[in-house]
């Protein structure tokens, strides 16, 4: 089992930053690839950026150039660094975490994005 705690959302004014951070605990050692995840009511959950155990990253195209995921093994910690922000990225963003048999999401947290 994994479980994963998102933090870090808020309300920003077009053109600002901000770093949400999933926090993973359990078996960890299993994941092999995380994701970000945004939903917007109506919509269907669409990828943003995924990181492989490798390092590997990558983006969706919204979002190339702006954002930038992460992970701090030593912490557990995947980030999501959000910059640029335009109100077409208000949504509420999920961590994803999977394993061979499995997936497992965070709670999700909103991102606000005025202009």
């Known amino acids: 089992q994994v479980q994963l705690v998102e933090s870090g959302g808020g309300q920003v004014q077009a053109g600002g930053s901000l770093r949400l951070s999933c926090a993973a605990s359990g078996s960890i050692s299993s994941i092999h690839v995380m994701r970000w995840y945004r939903q917007t009511p109506g919509n269907q959950r669409e990828v943003v950026a995924m990181i492989l155990d490798s390092g590997v990253t990558n983006y969706a195209d919204s979002v190339k150039g702006r954002f930038t995921i992460s992970r701090d093994n030593a912490k557990n910690t995947l980030y999501l660094q959000m910059n640029n922000l335009r109100p077409e990225d208000t949504a509420v963003y999920y961590c994803?975490?999977?394993?061979?048999?499995?997936?497992?999401w965070g709670q999700g947290i909103q991102v606000t994005v005025s202009s």
């Open positions: 994803q975490a999977r394993t061979v048999q499995e997936q497992y």
